[in-house]
């Protein structure tokens, strides 16, 4: 049967059954029209899935929790993040979900926004390229992904009523971003709208967005669906571009009907949305029939394992206290979350799991013969003191060891869905815990799990060494632990600003956060993330793209294949890295450009391509990163289009945005 046979035999209100969700997770069937129901789970970071078990109980399947979004993003590995969709997709398959609800991919604005941990980026072109790679990566598989929350979801606080006023030119370039570059590279089977405001208008019933942008110029094939609980009126959203409705709430059935009735929508309005879910729903039975996945928790566990270990970033390493050396013996390692590590941030991305990986654990299997660790706990997971001996232990402990490992972090109750954190430091009595055992030693590890930037002026010039590991999922336990003892070489890099303080934000120094009744405006325009503290030349605690290695990186003789770019056109630029250090190691190599002499504004530098080389010890290779005509295009609010300012551009290879260590000029035409 046709997609038009089946709208057809459908009645007026099992249309609207159709766009009003059946219950939390799925889409109405209908098996007499042919039509599949569809199931969505959460996401992104695995698969959140119910069932009721044989005596009527809810359950949730035991999934595996990959590191955070925010972790994957400090890979800066598509590849890998791309594999991950394929593990994600046999999970999905397992457990029946046809949809991910996933990725994210808000913009990071300011760092006090409570989901985080759940986004990749500042930065629009690391965000799409990492959620195209991902989309693929599930939908190459079988499994649908749903790529939310469009748009301009920045913030949790007020997020179902606040509006995000933003100029067009910065909505295109910054927060519309990602998504067009992942609805282009990938083609999502579906969108979620956000619940906010933009410019005043609802996302769930924003036309602009739903139809004018996402349809109609980026050729956005699959349905829209609502966050959950985002839509406000009914038939508004239909009319808008918004198809399904999610979950399932009855009173907006009778709405819908009412509209109907009233001639506030019509029936080929419902057409409209329905043709869009079929379409969906045959396009979930095609790929049923090509699934190919087998559920190897095994095999989910250990990938989950080797995205930590290349999403760990290396932020401090004075001394090279790191990796442990031979002539260290007693290792102190202190805090709870070493023992019980915050494995994921709060909220729907919450995934239920079991065997949580603990450091300690694997410190101690590290350790053998060879080192002897003693461990305290100070505090409990959560709260500020155990018992009040037990900081005292902590010190003590620390005091008598060659190296203090210090575990440190926020957790899902101060990162999460829902809320933003009111502070970007650790809590102070975590700060207490790194300057009580830095005043009995001197070699001092901390080892923070976060999912967002922590301001560490408090301490930082206490310690020799710091390791950022995200929240790191089920299996990053052991990813740490071979870092620490030098296995493996680090390889994350920063995928947002590390800022001195929350002060020195640009939210803050725009006063632009949170907002003041129903609006937030954002007044720092393209000054977002890098670009502001880079533009501004303003100090920052760890630049974006920024991480240490145990080994060491030489660029050289860079080469762009013609100096000369035009429309439609590509230029090659080539160079060469060589691992000059002793151990393998892993570089990411990022490609900003700059307009010489911009007669728009430009924010200094943009990244437009980056690429992570694996190196052996001595070992050199011959890069090469494309960069198309298009990459040097501004939103222009005067033509209402992308143009290219005709003029030189710097094209600059960086180990971070303020680490350029090669640069060519090119002369490009408009
Ligand atoms: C979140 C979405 C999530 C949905 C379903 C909403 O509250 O914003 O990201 O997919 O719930 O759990």
């Known amino acids: 049967m046709s997609k038009n046979e089946k709208l057809a035999k459908l009645t007026v209100e099992q249309k609207i059954k159709l766009v009003t969700g059946k219950d939390n997770w799925s889409t109405q069937g209908y098996e007499e029209q042919g039509i599949d129901s569809i199931k969505m789970n959460d996401g992104p970071h695995g698969v959140r899935a119910e069932y009721t078990d044989e005596n009527g109980q809810r359950k949730f399947y035991l999934t595996t929790a990959y590191p955070c979004a925010a972790a994957c993003a400090s890979t800066w590995n598509r590849e890998l993040v791309h594999e991950l969709g394929k593990h994600l997709a046999n999970e999905c398959a397992y457990v029946g979900t046809d949809i991910l609800l996933g990725p994210g991919v808000n913009i990071k604005r300011t760092p006090l926004c409570g989901r985080n941990f759940e986004y990749y980026s500042e930065d629009p072109y690391l965000a799409g390229e990492l959620a195209a790679s991902y989309i693929n990566g599930l939908q190459e598989n079988g499994i649908g992904s749903c790529i939310k929350h469009f748009a301009a979801n920045n913030q949790e606080y007020d997020r179902g009523h606040i509006s995000s006023e933003i100029d067009e030119r910065t909505l295109r370039e910054i927060y519309l971003k990602p998504f067009e570059k992942a609805i282009k590279q990938s083609q999502p089977w579906a969108v979620m709208c956000s619940y906010n405001r933009i410019n005043g208008i609802y996302a769930s019933q924003n036309k602009k967005l739903q139809n004018d942008i996402l349809r109609d110029e980026w050729n956005f094939e699959g349905m829209v669906i609502s966050d959950w609980g985002a839509t406000h009126d009914r038939g508004l959203c239909l009319k808008s571009g918004l198809d399904v409705e999610m979950p399932h709430c009855k009173e907006t059935f009778d709405e819908l009907s009412d509209d109907l009735r009233k001639g506030l929508i019509s029936e080929s309005d419902l057409d409209i949305a329905c043709e869009r879910i079929i379409g969906t729903a045959e396009k979930i039975a095609h790929a049923k029939s090509k699934r190919n996945c087998v559920y190897d928790k095994k095999s989910n566990r250990e990938f989950a394992e080797k995205i ?124 207490d815990v790194i300057h009580r055992v830095t005043a009995v030693n001197e070699n001092v590890i901390v080892v923070i799990q976060a999912g967002s930037a922590i301001d560490m002026s408090g301490w930082i010039n206490e310690v020799k060494g710091v390791l950022f590991q995200y929240y790191g999922g089920n299996s990053s336990g052991d990813a740490l632990t071979r870092i620490i003892f030098g296995d493996i070489c680090p390889s994350g890099k920063l995928a947002e600003t590390f800022p001195t303080s929350l002060e020195d934000t640009p939210t803050a120094k725009f006063d632009s956060y949170p907002g003041n009744g129903p609006s937030v405006v954002y007044n720092e325009g ?122 030189r551009y710097r094209i600059k290879l960086g180990a971070s945005v303020e680490d350029i260590r090669l640069s060519s000029v090119v002369n490009v035409s408009r």
């Open 308 to 431: 930590a270990e290349e999403s760990i970033v290396l932020l401090k390493n004075d001394d090279g206290i790191l990796p442990i050396k031979d002539n260290v013996k007693n290792i102190a390692v202190i805090g709870r979350f070493a023992e019980q590590p915050v494995a994921q941030g709060g909220g729907s991305a919450g995934v239920v799991t079991d065997e949580i990986e603990s450091p300690l654990t694997f410190m101690r299997q590290r350790a053998e013969s060879k080192y002897n660790i003693s461990y305290a706990a100070a505090y409990l997971n959560g709260h500020p003191v155990c018992a009040p001996d037990c900081v005292g232990n902590a010190i003590a402990t620390a005091a008598m060891a060659d190296i203090v490992i210090v575990f440190v972090g926020d957790t899902e109750k101060t990162e999460c869905e829902g809320i933003d954190r009111t502070s970007i430091k650790l809590h102070q009595y975590m700060e």
């Open 526 to 647: 393209l000054m977002v993330g890098y670009r502001y503290y880079d533009t501004a030349k303003v100090k920052t605690l760890f630049p974006f793209g920024y991480g240490l290695s145990y080994t060491s990186f030489e660029y050289s003789d860079m080469h762009l294949s013609s100096s000369d770019i035009s429309n439609g056109e590509e230029i090659t630029v080539s160079f060469n890295v060589k691992n000059t250090g002793e151990c393998d190691g892993k570089e990411t190599v990022q490609l900003y450009i700059e307009e010489i002499a911009p007669c728009t504004f430009r924010p200094r530098n943009e990244l437009k391509n980056f690429t992570k080389v694996s190196l052996k010890a001595g070992e050199e290779k011959r890069v090469e990163l494309k960069v198309g005509h298009d990459d040097f295009a501004y939103y222009s609010v005067a033509l209402n289009d992308w143009h290219v300012n005709g003029g």
